[in-house]
């Protein structure tokens, strides 16, 4: 148990000494010998070997060494076999790195100036008309053109022309692109449009006739089913004037566009029989007394 107890003790005390006190101190006298150069042994006349060198001297000749350990490192990534290139990735465009369009050229001005039309817009299957063309820049050289066809141009004034449109270039409904250029192309104007619009038309509907040896009256019926008796020279919805009347058909005129319309028969089947129209029939203008016996039936 003594034992025990002390060797602990002993091994704690020793410690404790290698940490605060540290090793003991070298003697002066080995210190000395260590740093002494071995003197080399003399030889005698007549010797031939040297004498063996005693253990002291081989000790003060012992010398200390330090050796330092070389670390070795790695070589260079470019000097390394097994090293290679990895390519970057391709970057995802964010919302911030979309490329900004260039910047478009603008289109220069037309030299010449068309600014507006006179009249805008026209009815279908009219006649020739005047186009009055405002503006600027114009010369006696410029023209006007129609859908790409040239047109009878006078020149008025650096910023006036006046046009002759025929009636076959506004014999249908529909726009028309209206320019100012001169024959070489050299100069020209912005585009402009000039509608052409569908004529009003009669909305009466013919559909039946009374024949007269030297007259003949025509049975209109509108839209709310009413009849209506018309004679040549007659004014139908406040415009349409009846030209003539025929089995087929009736024909007017616009008398605000001078514009003809063919009204055609339309047979009307009913009950009372095949040539009796339905309806109540306004009572025909009175018969004159030279025809009143040559109606027909």
Do not use: C
């Not at 000790?59 to 060494?65: E, L, Q, Y």
């Not at 009055?132 to 023209?143: E, H, Y």
């Not at 006739?209 to 009413?226: M, P, Q, W, Y």
């Not at 025909?284 to 039936?297: C, I, K, L, N, V």
């Amino acid at each position: 148990m003594i034992a025990a107890i002390a060797l602990p003790l002993v091994a704690l005390i020793f410690v404790v000494r290698m940490l605060f006190f540290g090793a003991p101190a070298p003697n002066s006298q080995q210190t000395a010998n260590a740093n002494r150069r071995p003197t080399p042994p003399k030889i005698r006349a007549g010797q031939t070997t040297a004498p063996v060198e005693s253990e002291d001297d081989i000790r003060g000749a012992m010398r200390r060494v330090v050796w330092d350990r070389p670390v070795y490192g790695g070589p260079d990534a470019g000097r390394n076999i097994f090293a290679f290139y990895v390519p970057p990735q391709p970057k995802t465009p964010g919302p911030g790195d979309i490329p900004t369009p260039p910047t478009p050229t603008p289109t220069p001005p037309p030299p010449l100036v068309l600014a507006s039309l006179a009249p805008q817009s026209v009815y279908a299957k009219t006649g020739n008309f005047m186009l009055q063309i405002s503006g600027d820049k114009f010369t006696p050289a410029t023209r006007v053109y129609v859908e790409g066809q040239e047109q009878p141009t006078q020149y008025k004034s650096p910023q006036q022309l006046v046009a002759t449109i025929p009636s076959t270039a506004i014999a249908s409904p529909g726009a028309r692109n209206i320019i100012v250029r001169t024959p070489d192309n050299l100069l020209y104007s912005n585009p402009s449009t000039l509608n052409v619009m569908q004529p009003p038309a009669p909305t009466y509907t013919y559909v039946g006739l009374f024949k007269r040896r030297r007259t003949e009256t025509a049975v209109f019926k509108d839209a709310k089913g009413e009849l209506y008796s018309v004679r040549a020279g007659d004014l139908v919805e406040g415009r349409f004037r009846v030209m003539t009347i025929t089995d087929r058909s009736v024909e007017v005129v616009d008398k605000d566009l001078n514009i003809k319309h063919a009204i055609p028969f339309v047979e009307v089947r009913s009950v009372g029989g095949p040539n009796r129209v339905p309806g109540s029939i306004q009572p025909p203008p009175p018969p004159r007394t030279d025809d009143s016996d040559d109606e027909e039936p």
